[in-house]
């Protein structure tokens, strides 16, 4: 689970950083959507599966540490504390990638490239984020 999970975590953090620092400022420049929407359509298809596979091996290591999900919400120890942060984490990313997808994409065009850009930063830090919260977990650190 804990290589899938990694796996899932370099496609999901690692495509989202290089489609914000590499290929967002290309677009903002040239106020051209079609590099984006080339990006995210490929993208896409292995972005998707990456975060449902996130999702799936994470709540599988969740409850094999800690079996009583009831539990998981006291933030009465480090654990409880790491995967309610994970779940929020979970959960922003979810409301800005639908409101992209239902919301910014279909419209998408030089007058909301900006309003598309600040999705894509937000969900690239809240992947990052993610990663933090996950080696803290292992490593017993910051929360
Ligand atoms: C896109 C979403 C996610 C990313 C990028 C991500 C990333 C990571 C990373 C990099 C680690 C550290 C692995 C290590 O140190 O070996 C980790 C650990 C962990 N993550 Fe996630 N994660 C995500 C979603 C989730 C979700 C939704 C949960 C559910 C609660 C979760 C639960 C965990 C747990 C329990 C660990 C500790 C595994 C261990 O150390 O044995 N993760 N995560």
Do not use: C
């Not at 480090?78 to 979810?94: D, G, P, R």
């Not at 007058?111 to 017993?140: C, K, P, Y």
């Amino acid at each position: 689970m804990l290589i899938l999970h990694i796996l899932g975590a370099t496609v999901w953090a690692g495509g989202h950083i290089v489609l914000a620092t590499l290929i967002l400022p290309e677009v903002l420049r040239k106020k051209d959507a079609r590099l984006l929407l080339s990006f995210e359509e490929k993208y896409e298809r292995i972005g998707m599966p990456a975060l449902l596979i996130q999702i799936i091996t994470g709540l599988w290591m969740a409850y094999y540490y800690l079996p009583d999900p009831g539990g998981w919400f006291t933030l009465q120890t480090s654990l409880s504390v790491h995967i309610v942060i994970k779940l929020s984490l979970l959960l922003a990313t979810v409301l800005l990638a639908v409101d992209a997808r239902f919301r910014v994409i279909p419209r998408l065009s030089r007058e909301n490239l900006t309003d598309m850009a600040w999705h894509i930063i937000g969900v690239t830090i809240l992947a990052v984020v993610f990663v933090i919260t996950g080696v803290s977990l292992r490593t017993g650190g910051l929360f």
